[in-house]
């Protein structure tokens, strides 16, 4: 079927500028994913899944600047124990990484692994995306896998000593990168991955994550400050038997952020939780989009998000429990709720259940509204100043969220630096 | 019941609530009426929608008005978002227009009406003499003669046959009587509200039922004036191949009441079809309405073979200040449901109220919601929904809940609950949430499940064994739907449902 002119032209459009990198063990998958833009065509504000976010800064060929936005705070995760992998406007800088070496993991550069003809990266590289397009399309995903110029595979066979973390460094006001990144994570094998950074002026992040039977992985992420970034990233999680994924991230301010995390749970009892919190201030776009599939048995999967807005920021959670034919017992759990600071914010929410297995427990709530009046009182009436009851009323707000990290050293690191921007805005 | 008795019931959902969703697949009102008819060629055009003008005796102007949603409805798509799945109609194999051919001359009073129609009524439990009460409404004895009448519109495929108690509500100053009565008696009245609830441009079936609408109701009640008696109007299907396309129009003048209830069957045919209805309400300052629905249309049997494809926009305009409405509906027909009774809360503290049963059985589907617009201030909206899903079935709630920037501290509450009866059916949840200010509250809670176990270890806890606790929990979970009924229809709504099964245990 033909795609409606404006698709079509604003698709072809913004493939003109992007240049598919050839030969390597991973064309094949590239070009079976450019084929997949070409037939869905890029996301324009007519499609329903895009419905409370405008696709076209993402999308449009020409890129919108993104000033460089120095701060004297210390990055995320400093003076954390940690293998660190730099991208410099999304491209690999080796000088500012670590030794890529670590017990229980095999860290490879997808430029390196490219060269050869066989590796295991050619069994998830695109794989998980292309799942990922039923039964909605995510054509900047499938764009991504195509063209993506850099990334890193990462294999985790053990239980390395220290998280891998990602560190995403913008320095070019007109940088525009695309990033892919694979993890297989081994039979029993477990890990811990962190992100953060602001990236580029425009960033489009895929995260393809496949866990064998009883694996774990754990994933952190903390999204950069910069105030006019726009980054959509997405990330694809395919869960075997027994096996755990739990994920948290962190937004503060970006002109627009577009997070997709697509989860397919296909062994019996695995476990899959999804959480958020974000804090938007002013010309702030956030969108948490999630779909968590259950295809097993006993499968557990809890969305949390949590969203502080106030001077127009919008905040929307799109989140999506499938449970096909047959999951069983399957757990699922929903929550999205929005704290309005006030009247010029906005918060936009499509939480769905769709079920077709009769012996399940599945629920959501959504939640909008102020700060409780009755609880700044009662602070107030203890003396607490009316900016310090807000922020402290916000923490716990968005305490739940930040519940759901197991690392308690990580989750502390977070909370300090929610406390930071909440006293930085006062 | 094949389908059911075939269906592996897990534990804790008993057999009681089987049964009482499998005798509702045993369709009652499947019996057609023998009875001559003369139908318009089949197919929709300028010039069907010209003789459908005609045979209502319309003037001009809404000859006009009709061709204008017909060009407008030819360059619209039919919409696919629904989670519903039905093979492509073919809106040219249709009948748009049939009438019973004793109604030809349209009878003076209710004596004149040809026999057959009114023995039609009749053994459906819909009594057109006025004297008569519905029949089995438990209690009805015991209340005042006064309290117990209910006006009936009886509308035959494209006809309204007749209304009853229409001098009675002329004393009080209420008008209620066919559409097509009100274009010509009241033209000022429809030309003033007709369409302004739901434009003619507001959807594909929106705009065909206003290019072809034969029939329907029209109720206008005067300023400060509580209608003296319940209205409803009773649908039914006859012709095979027969679209039924009605319009309802609702007005409720300052500080008025009224309690409109609506029915409907159709016989058992193979094939499927169609019906899409328009309602609109209109709601002004301190009045307040309650619109209650029991759509029991023919669902189609045990294969999904024919049934009804009930594609049905309802639309309330709170336009006054504390002006209210409710709707309740029990959704237990229809192969395709596709309905959205909605509420445009734009006077300040107007309330809106939504209250919905759906039980979908076999290989029906239902795709249906409410939608809660919030413009003024302190408006107020409570959305409860019941799915029940068994045999092969798909039962969705859609809504949307819309807090505007001008919407100060208005609230929300939606309640969404899906019981699973069988491992092939499905039930699903696709609410839309928009809250632009922030002294508005809005909450949405959803679940989905077997009868929740939490509820029976409680009930265990104190004493009752594990069927009591079922039956206990299971009528618990309809029972908030059922109250907001009138007592007229309850009778009808509990024999559908069956599932309040109390004093069937112990």
Partial sequence: MALPEMKQSATDARLGTLTLPEGGCLSTARHAALSRVQTMGLPTRRDEYWKYTRPDTLVNAELVAAEVFTSDEAPMFDGFDRLKIVFVDGVFDADASDDLSLEGITVERLIDLEAKDIHWATDLYGVLEARGQTPVERPLAALNTAFAADGIAIHVTGKPSKPISFIYKHLDANSDSILHHIVRVDTGAEATILENGPAAARFNNVMEIDVADGGKLHHVRAQGRDHERRAATHVFTRLGAESVYKSFTLTVNGVLTRNEQVIEINGDDAIAHVAGACVGDGEFHHDDTVFITHDALNGESRQVFKKVLRNGATGVFQGKILVKEGAQKTDGYQISQSLLLDDDSQFLAKPELEIYADDVACSHGSTSGAIDEEALFYLRSRGVSASEATDLLTLAFLAEAVDEVEDDAIAEALVNRLEGWLARRR | ?506
Avoid at chain 2, 129 to 155: F, H, S, Y
Avoid at chain 2, 334 to 351: D, F, H, M, N
Wanted: with cysteine; aromatic share 10%; glycine share 6%.
């Fill in chain 2, 1 to 506: 019941m094949a389908a059911l008795d075939q269906t592996q019931v897990k534990d804790g959902v008993d057999q009681e609530t089987v049964d009482a969703v499998a005798a509702i697949s045993t369709y009652k009102y499947g019996w057609d009426t023998d009875i001559e008819m003369e139908y318009a060629p089949k197919g929709v055009n300028p010039d069907i929608v010209r003789l459908i003008s005609e045979k209502n005796e319309e003037p001009e102007w809404m000859t006009e008005w009709r061709l204008q949603a017909f060009e407008r409805w030819e360059k619209m798509d039919e919409p696919d978002w629904a989670m519903v799945n039905y093979p492509e109609i073919d809106f040219q194999d249709q009948y748009y227009y049939a009438r019973p051919k004793s109604m030809e001359v349209k009878p003076k009073s209710l004596d004149e009406v040809d026999p057959k129609l009114l023995a039609t009524y009749e053994k459906l439990g819909i009594p057109l003499k006025e004297q008569m009460i519905l029949a089995g409404v438990e209690g009805a004895e015991d209340m005042p003669a006064e309290g117990r009448k209910v006006a009936v519109d009886a509308v035959f495929d494209s006809v309204s046959v007749g209304t009853t108690f229409q001098d009675e509500l002329k004393k009080a100053g209420v008008i209620f009587c066919s559409i097509s009565e009100a274009i010509k008696e009241h033209p000022e009245l429809v030309k003033k509200y007709l369409g302004t609830v739901v434009p003619v441009t507001d959807n594909y079936y929106a705009t065909l039922n206003s290019a072809v609408f034969s029939d329907g109701s029209f109720v206008y009640i005067p300023p400060n004036t509580r209608c003296p008696m319940e209205l409803s109007t009773y649908f039914r299907i006859n012709a095979e191949n027969t679209g039924q396309f009605e319009r309802t129009l609702i007005i409720a003048d300052k500080g008025s009441y009224v309690s409109y209830l609506e029915g409907c069957t159709a016989p058992q045919r193979d094939t499927a079809q169609l019906h899409a209805a328009v309602v609109e309400i209109i709601v002004e300052e301190d009045a307040e309405v309650k619109y209650s629905t029991v759509q029991n249309w023919f669902p189609g049997d045990e294969e999904g073979k024919g049934g009804i494809y009930n594609f049905v926009t309802k639309r309330a305009d709170c336009r006054g200040d504390r002006s209210k409405v409710m709707w309740t509906q029990v959704e237990t027909g229809s192969a395709v449901t596709w309905k959205y009774p909605s509420c445009i809360l734009r006077g300040e503290e107007s309330q809106g109220e939504f209250y919905s049963i759906a039980i979908t059985n076999n290989y029906q589907q239902a795709d249906t919601g409410t939608k809660m617009v919030h413009l003024g201030k302190n408006t107020k909206s409570r959305i409860v929904s019941k799915g029940i899903s068994a045999g092969k079935a798909q039962n969705t709630y859609r809504g949307l809940v819309s807090m505007h920037p001008k919407a100060k501290d208005s609230r929300n509450y939606t309640q969404c609950d899906s019981l699973l009866i069988g491992s092939e059916c499905g039930a699903h949840t696709v609410p839309y949430i928009e809250v632009k200010n922030n002294s508005s509250r809005v909450e949405h809670e959803a679940t989905t499940s077997k009868v929740d176990d939490d509820q029976l270890f409680y009930c265990r806890q104190r004493g009752m064994d594990e069927e009591e606790a079922v039956a206990l929990v299971v009528n618990g979970f309809c029972k908030e739907v059922l109250q907001a009924l009138p007592m007229e229809f309850a009778m009808e709504a509990q024999q559908l449902v069956a599932i309040s099964l109390e004093g069937s245990v112990g």
